[in-house]
């Protein structure tokens, strides 16, 4: 019997082919008429994971997409990790911007070019495929092994919250890996230890019971729009500190070992504004670039109407005018303690002469923080060291991942992120791909990290 | 031969009719499709001043829609007048909300129900049903009259300022008297001794080059919104008083006089609240809601918009936000000096990160003020005391004329309101209607308005 890492050298070929198979598999999960494409991925994704060897393999309804689930518990005293990924995808519009049909995937020098391809069958096709290495060699696994693939992360895993509940004692494990997200760069590793929480709202203001004319009513009847400007202005100071009352009162302030992991990483701030194209940042004094996109709490107006919008000019007074906000969360805020904060700011600050209406809006996520030196986080920078030369840098994510504040609600695990997607690779845009090198990278790194995990217990 | 007054009530029923046929053109002139209507009704405006037995009658071209003038200038050593009138009308949509045709004049319990009834064929019929009724049966006009009816007001006289101005000679006067306009209640007349003028601009905020996912970017990358409603909230104080230098600079201060005149009006603020239905009114401080709807300079945002407006939650950080503002101006005030003074409080406050640009819009007007003691002024009110037994109110208006600030300039003659369009009439709204005691009234009135301005010389 061979060792795990001449075997997976030995498939290869075979698992690039599977693995095109998978990508044919157009399982948009946004699309109703998809529906039953996203049930065939479960499928494939089912035979594929029995095939490896794992046990007790099953297509759970959840509600909606249906995911599904193995495990391999073979390994008494040692830890029990969950494994997650997502076989769903993204839309494909605009079609008319991809290089080929989306779900026929083309390999162009080394790399897969599909729907999906990065995020994130790429992702959670790596560790099905060192389990079957490691089964195939080795006859077991070095730890309890179980499978978490859902069919809804591109949607806000709308039903995997209570699904997960309903199921702890299946799902019990003492960490979750994800196989969804990326590294730093092709040459340097990284481990996520936090995601921002979100919570949303609108605000509706609203004046005279329709539009007036700006001559006959201007200067004597309160005008919605600058009503609005006055509360959103309001909302933040001039260097861009948030000026709601109590916005920060829950945020656990970074520690002095947070902010050097932060400052150790390779951040060009002068690329990245040239990248953007921006003459200047801008926001909280005190805290670095990075910290305030990493670890500091935010408010943003996504979207403002009212009034007229067209061409020329059109001489109203509007009766009406709109904003939509979305703040991210940090340790240890909640979503519901600051929409109820932007809520008493809003009706405390407007103006007479408007009625004014905040709207909390459902899409929320708790933030998401987890120690520096989890056990987890130690066996994947072991694997790092082996796989890069370097040791990872610690990051946080300004975005939003609601299925690790699930799991940690839910099974009181915290997850690790150990997957290999990069940051050029087009995952929700067209030409998505994914390198086969990651692909290659992320079966020996997922073996590697179940034996270093064995040797943490 | 009989007296004019007799004339006109023999006549009336056949006015009626010809104001019908009148109303049956459908001279929209904001829509290309209906220009051979707006001739259409140049035509018969032209053909109905010549049966009324004005001379000169011609159609000229003014670049734009045609217009009518005429003239009769037999009273040596009397004032000359010009009297001011359009022939065409607003477009008519919603089609859905007339309940009949807008262009099928309908007569229901004393009024005639079509588009441009009010606004202004009625108006503009009455002086010249006046003039036929003083010729037919006095043989002349007791002072010299010009009729000036245009084709355009409706969408703002594009053409008639140059117009005018190379057709000085033609259209030189002691004053204007226009026929477009109303009086304060059906028992209660009024003058109107000013317009405001206006300016427009519209304020465009770029950020980065493309929209940012906002967990992302935010709080570290400038969000155009919050800039837009920074730069919005900066414009006025919280009580409604504008904040940009220079604003107030050259505005002409009311009087005791203006003041008292104004007070004189009888304002109901509980019911104007009412019919509103705002809980407060809101403006400048230090002057009542009549005076800072009449004789303040105003600042409005008419429409603002930037960044997701659909339903439910986009985490998007937007590139691009718009605001579009029109001043109303008193007198001294310039359109561009004011634009020129909001552009440097624009380029003054904008927040580090973004890029703005403050657009001048076309849409300005002079703002127009006319004196108290104008010999027109003195006939209009002595005609009021006959037909009304009342004192007119001197009112002003927020609404911005630029033909008054036209006539101004160009022949350094001021323009007297006489008009007797109501509020409730509709116009630039569906079932418009016109009283057919206001076209009988609008016809004694002008005959008496001639006779009374021959005595004042």
Redesign the interface.
Known sequence: MSDWKTYLDREQPRFVEEFLDFCRIPSISSLPEHAEEVRRAARWVADRVAAAGMEHVEILETGGHPMVTADYLHAPGKPTVLIYGHFDTQPVDPLSLWDAEPFDPQVREGRVYARGASDDKGGMFAPILAVEALLATEGTLPVNVKFFFEGQEEIGSPTMGPFVTANRERFACDMVISADGGQWAEDQPSLALAF?G?C?VQIDVE???RD????????????P??A???I???M?D?D?KITIDGFYDDVRDLTGDDRARIAAVDFDEARYMRD?????????PGYT?LE??WA???????????????D???????NE????I?C?LVANQTPATIADAIEAHVQRVA????RVAVEK?A?SAMPYEMPFDHPGNAAAAAVHRKLYGKEPYFVR????IPVVGMFQEALGAYTVGFAFGLADENIHAPNEFYRLSSLRRGQEAYALLLHELATQS
Chains 1, 2 share one sequence.
């Open positions: 921002k979100l949303a004046g005279a019971y007036l004319h700006s001559g006959m009513y201007g200067g004597v009847v309160a005008n729009i600058h609005l400007a006055h959103l202005a309001s933040r001039a861009g953007l194209q921006v003459d200047a940042l801008y926001g909280e670039t305030r996109a500091r709490p935010t408010l943003e107006v996504n979207g403002i109407w009212g009034g007229f919008q067209g020329g000019v059109k001489t109203v007074l509007p005018a709109h904003a939509k979305t991210r103006p007479p002469g408007v809006l899409n994510v300004g975005g939003s």
